[in-house]
């Protein structure tokens, strides 16, 4: 016999196994695919006082008889806002794996973390003991979604393996794990102060049978603020090391998207200035896929940096003041650019073997390069196709490195007029006095921006 939603006095109060079948049957056949156990399978730990659904928190209650229960209209809500969201399944964000990534132990009772939850899952699966996916403690879903059948591996060579999400999705975990911290530090706060803050009224509240009121997570996070270049010419070295920057940084909104919570602060690593807090998903489609430290794959990422976002992607590297003093750009990023703007008209294409789409660009563009911007005389960016679908392997052009930065300045006057009206060694404004070397990453995380 199925459970119902029962009215009065509990205040609309549902068992987890309502709740289960209510979100299920609310977000059935929406973009962002929901698990069915969203309440009662791993990592959920309904009975720590919230559940993660999409990016909100949904407060439980104990009620009397030591039964917990969660309001039905928070379940109603969290659904509301998981089917309003819009997914892209061909805009991918690389989750992994990274190097040096952070080795942390994970269990039900631990916060979400969900990029350390999937890559455990995922090397666990050529165990031939492994446990079917509700058992053992083994995570199913994150904050109520099926991650899995979203979820693309890509093979290179038959060796590298990359991870990757929905951009949409990516977003989405990021702003519930940012959502839980803060939830978890505003009762860690309560607890400690011993006191009760009554909350306004258009907060939803409940009153089990026993007394015990429970309040919605709204007013327990505080709103995050818009970034105002409170950071600009400060170096990424000093900030890092700083106490209370981690906290800092996830109070802003990320400066690129701006509606993401920022959990990262992105740097130059050629001159050693932070650009902008931003968020994980801005993060991972800044940063160049790398196969070999002086080669990268140039990934379908590049059109929404180089096309449909030029403007805001431009603005936001000459947030460095010595990219934007010498008009140009990192030089991973001016490889990039030099493979897919500068050298596009010398990339061959193919018909397209579906036939009905006319025809695609021949194989996979990567570029490479020798020396460094700090001899940018002797450095060289070479452009070339690997998998053709004929057989070639074949290099496209050779670009010397000043040669590429001068073609950048052209195209940025061109395409960016705002963004170059505000570069060059004439523009010296809040320049610091001194430039630093390059620095390595401090964040442990694998996820460095250049």
Not at 30 to 45: E, H, I, L, Q
Not at 359 to 374: D, E, F, M
Request: some cysteine; proline content about 7%.
């Amino acid at each position: 016999m199925s459970e119902r939603v029962i009215p009065g006095r509990t205040g609309g109060l549902i068992t987890f196994g309502a709740a289960d079948a209510l979100w299920a049957g609310l977000t059935a056949g929406r973009a962002v695919p929901a698990a069915s156990a969203a309440f009662t399978c791993s990592p959920a730990n309904a009975r720590a006082g919230y559940v993660l659904l999409g990016g909100r928190v949904v407060a439980t209650v104990k009620a009397s008889g030591g039964q917990w229960s969660v309001p039905e209209i928070e379940v109603r809500r969290a659904a509301a806002e998981l089917n309003a969201v819009e997914m892209d399944r061909q805009d991918l964000v690389r989750i992994g794996p990274f190097r040096d990534g952070p080795k942390q132990e994970l269990n039900e009772k631990t916060p979400l973390r969900w990029r350390q939850r999937i890559a455990r899952e995922l090397q666990e699966l050529d165990k031939p003991e492994r446990a079917a996916r509700c058992d053992g403690g083994r995570p199913y879903h994150l904050a109520g979604i099926d991650w899995r059948r979203i979820f693309v591996e890509e093979t290179r060579d038959r060796t590298a393996r990359t991870w990757w999400l929905p951009r949409a999705v990516v977003r989405l975990l990021d702003a519930a794990e940012h959502t839980e911290t803060q939830w978890l530090q505003a009762a860690r706060t309560r607890q400690a102060s011993a006191t009760v803050t009554e909350s306004p009224s258009h907060h939803w509240q409940a009153r089990a049978a026993d007394g015990r009121q429970t309040t919605s997570p709204d007013c327990l996070t505080a709103p995050l603020r818009p970034y105002n270049e409170e950071l600009k010419g400060h170096l990424y070295s000093v900030l890092s090391r700083k106490p209370g920057t981690s906290r800092k940084v996830a109070g802003w909104t990320c400066a690129i998207c701006r509606t993401a919570p920022a959990a990262v602060l992105d740097h130059c690593h050629e001159h050693g200035y932070v650009r902008a807090p931003v968020c994980h998903s801005c993060n991972t489609q800044e940063r160049p896929d790398h196969l070999y430290s002086n080669d990268i794959r140039v990934a379908n990422h590049y059109t929404r940096l180089f096309h449909t976002h030029t403007a805001d992607w431009l603005r936001h590297w000459h947030r460095c003041p010595g990219c934007r003093t010498r008009t140009t750009l990192p030089l991973p990023h001016l490889a990039a650019w030099t493979a897919h703007i500068a050298c596009r008209s010398l990339r061959l294409t193919h018909r397209d073997p579906r036939g009905s789409r006319g025809r695609k660009p021949c194989g996979a563009l990567r570029v490479s390069w020798t020396g460094s911007h700090n001899a940018p005389g002797s450095c060289l960016l070479t452009v070339a196709v690997d998998l053709c679908p004929s057989g070639e392997h074949r290099v496209l052009a050779q670009v010397p490195y000043r040669e590429a930065a001068e073609r950048f300045r052209t195209w940025l006057a061109e395409t960016a007029p705002a963004v170059a009206a505000e570069a060059g060694p004439d523009r010296l404004d809040g320049l610091p006095t001194r430039f630093r070397p390059v620095i390595a990453d401090t964040s442990s995380e694998g996820l460095a921006l250049f």
